[in-house]
């Protein structure tokens, strides 16, 4: 079945260390997205890439650093440059309905907690 | 810029059914959606409508757009436990390519 796989789904850093979130998706999307979420909020954007090799800022995006070498997969890297890093990090990506809308498909989800 | 709002917090009883409201800003959006976030877990496609429609049913689910006050409701017939969730309403403006805005998501419990 096609999808969206996040990695690891729980994860514990201590202050200072970098850590890196997987995302890899085999629905032949070419846009991919980075969402944050914290407890009783909506998602807000980190990064966003609408195509290989080519990746842009989203409205939250200090503190992180991403890569997008291959169609398949973006790497998400939360930085000890982000002063508050725990949250539910949700990768998406975009395909085009029949109908035009832009549906996105999102991963299970990955929650990072700050020691 | 655009902006989508929506209420915290709706609480119904099982069997009743649930409206949840959406308001937004973007006269120019294309699409309009409805996702459902189960805890923990990623975001769900529910339903989607076109903006020159005022509504879309389907099956307990109902859509209706007011777009001339920019108000998106999802209405929820026979209200079961399992529709508890976190409910998304996202919008797609014309200029944004294919990003999408999103509220802050209305939390439905379900009470038996």
């Known amino acids: 079945d096609g999808g969206i796989t996040q990695s690891p789904k729980y994860l514990f850093r201590k202050e200072g260390q970098n850590v890196t979130l997987s995302c890899e998706q085999n629905l032949n999307h070419d846009a991919m997205y980075w969402y944050r979420q914290d407890p009783g909020q909506g998602l807000r954007l980190i990064y966003y890439s609408q195509i290989v090799n080519d990746f842009q800022k989203g409205d939250i995006a200090e503190g992180y650093s991403v890569s997008r070498e291959k169609k398949e997969s973006f790497p998400l890297t939360v930085t000890s440059a982000q002063k508050n890093p725990t949250a539910f990090y949700l990768c998406?990506?975009?395909?085009?309905?029949?109908?035009?809308?832009?549906?996105?498909?999102f991963g299970a989800g990955s929650r990072l907690t700050v020691l | 810029g655009e902006d989508v709002e929506q209420s915290l917090f709706l609480s119904v009883r099982e069997g009743d059914s649930s409206v949840i409201n959406c308001t937004y800003t973007?006269?120019?959006?294309?699409?309009l959606y409805w996702y459902k976030q189960e805890p923990g877990a990623g975001l769900q496609l529910l339903t989607y409508i076109f903006s020159n429609m005022d509504m879309k049913q389907d099956q307990r689910l109902t859509v209706l757009l007011n777009k001339k006050d920019k108000h998106l409701s999802l209405r929820i017939a026979d209200t079961q436990t399992g529709d508890s969730a976190i409910y998304f309403c996202a919008e797609s403006p014309n200029n944004a390519g294919n990003m999408l805005t999103f509220g802050g998501g209305t939390r439905l419990m379900v009470k038996p």
């Open positions: 998406a990506s975009t395909g085009t309905a029949n109908s035009g809308a832009n549906v996105l498909t």
């Open positions: 973007d006269s120019s959006s294309t699409y």
